[in-house]
């Protein structure tokens, strides 16, 4: 069992990164925001775009990593999936709190993000309070060695 290891992590977040600026820009767009007036910055769109933003972001990440692909996009283009302890796909309330617990990990200085090259099964904070795992390989195929758990 090969873990992802924090550079491809990076890596596989910049490519869902450019994916979700891209849908961004589109709801920029969708909801009348003025991309190039700078006073526009407190209008009443940006709060839709925000929120709508903020939508779009959690059932990207969830649902993406809770679904048969096991991965986003940009994990899947670096061949990683995520899994719960044990290799199995993880539901999508784990995978949501995965998400939510991201959200800590940021907070503490990004501590919870660079656990990940310090650990022995490549986790971040938000993987251990999830108990998942990212790991090398296709979905449906990773099997955790059981010795590892006991």
Same mark, same amino acid.
């Given at each position: ?6 550079? /491809?992590?990076?890596?596989? &977040? #910049?490519?869902?990164?450019?994916? *979700?600026? $891209? ?17 526009? @910055?407190?209008?009443?769109? &940006? ?7 903020? $939508?779009?972001?959690? @059932? &990207?990440?969830?649902?993406?990593? !809770?679904? !048969? ?8 283009? #670096?061949?990683? $999936? ?20 991201? $959200?800590?990990?940021?907070? /503490?200085? *990004? /501590?919870? &993000? /660079? ?13 251990? *309070?999830? !108990?998942? #795992? ?17």
């Amino acid at each position: 069992m090969e873990y992802g290891g924090f550079w /491809i992590r990076v890596g596989a &977040y #910049l490519v869902d990164l450019v994916i *979700l600026v $891209i849908i961004a820009f589109v709801v920029a767009l969708a909801t009348g925001q003025d991309l190039f007036d700078a006073s526009a @910055a407190a209008s009443a769109s &940006y709060g839709v775009a925000d929120f709508i933003n903020l $939508i779009v972001g959690i @059932a &990207y990440f969830a649902g993406f990593e !809770s679904s !048969s692909w096991q991965a986003t996009p940009g994990k899947r283009a #670096l061949g990683l $999936i995520v899994t719960d302890s044990s290799g199995a796909r993880i539901s999508f309330l784990r995978a949501l709190g995965r998400y939510l617990a991201k $959200i800590l990990s940021g907070l /503490i200085l *990004l /501590i919870g &993000y /660079i656990m990940v090259a310090f650990t022995e099964r490549k986790q971040g904070l938000h993987d251990f *309070l999830a !108990s998942t #795992l990212v790991v090398k390989g296709q979905p449906g195929t990773a099997g955790v060695d059981p010795g590892v758990f006991s």
